[in-house]
């Protein structure tokens, strides 16, 4: 059983999945220090649960994926406390994420705004109810995007269009997000947590050793420190000997459907 905690709840769903829902709808699920600390802890839990296959990050209620960091909270902060708090999250949360061996999805209802467009952003895929509002409406705050944002946005929008969102501040709808590459598809709100799942379900009959290696090649491309061909060479290689491939192997063979253990 997945842990839970006050502002962050679990949920077992088919296909090996499991829902992580921002429990903050009072506060539009914003991002406190609390709720930071339980995700982290709910994911680090995860990683290394070999029954969930995939995750879902939500947030509570209708009016919100998470619309933000909780401003209340860093009003005072000074330049230090303002760097730590960046560095901890993206340690904690954004980083962690973006690198999870598992597939991640962002099931966005409502505002995702500021940290929680970049919470959105750092998932492996995002899904947008038609209701959806992205943006960063950081700079009217006198501050950047700290969690990710000015790099993330501009790999998946382009530098142009990442410039115009985060220094103009303006949201964007779900269909302008969907013909802009931020998110994978555009559903009703009612459909939202079936369309997440009908990816699931197809991730779930892979190899869940394979979907690792793949998630650190792609991300090696996009990470100046490495040569991604170089991580792709030697993650293929290394496929060879995990217990995933001569399953795969064998089961096309016998033509029959593999069995993956994630071994």
């Keep these: 059983m997945i842990a839970t905690g006050q502002f962050v709840i679990t949920e077992m769903l088919e296909h090996h999945t499991l829902l992580i829902t921002i429990n903050r709808p ?19 839990e995860v990683e290394q649960n070999k029954d969930v296959r995939s995750v879902i990050i939500t947030g509570a209620g209708e009016k919100a994926f998470v619309a933000g960091a909780d401003i209340a909270e860093f009003a005072n902060y000074s330049i230090e ?8 999250g993206h ?3 954004f980083n962690f994420l973006e690198n999870f061996s598992k597939p991640t999805i962002a099931a966005i209802r409502g505002f995702a705004l500021g940290g929680g467009l970049e919470l959105a952003i750092a998932c492996h895929f995002r899904v947008a109810a038609d209701n959806a509002k992205l943006g960063f409406p950081e700079v009217g705050l006198g501050v950047i995007p700290g969690y990710g ?18 220094l103009t501040g303006e949201m964007i709808d779900a269909q302008d997000a969907y013909k802009w590459g931020l998110v994978n598809h555009v559903v009703t709100p009612d459909a939202l947590i079936s369309k997440c799942l009908e990816i699931t379900k197809k991730i779930s009959t892979k190899s869940p050793t394979a979907i690792a290696a793949a998630i650190r090649a792609i991300n090696a491309g996009y990470n100046p420190q ?4 170089e991580v792709e ?3 293929f290689g290394k496929s060879f000997g995990t217990g995933d491939f001569k399953e795969g192997v064998s089961a096309f063979l016998e033509k029959r459907k593999p069995n993956f253990q994630g071994n």
């Design 149 to 166: 944002g000015t790099q993330r946005l501009a790999h998946l929008v382009g530098k142009g269009k990442a410039f115009e969102m985060i």
């Design 226 to 229: 490495l040569n991604g061909y």
């Design 26 to 44: 009072d506060k539009l699920n914003a991002l406190n220090r609390k709720t930071i600390e339980e995700l982290h802890d709910v994911l680090v």
């Design 233 to 235: 060479i030697e993650e």
């Design 81 to 88: 406390e303002g760097k730590q708090m960046s560095s901890l």
């Design 91 to 93: 340690f904690k949360i």
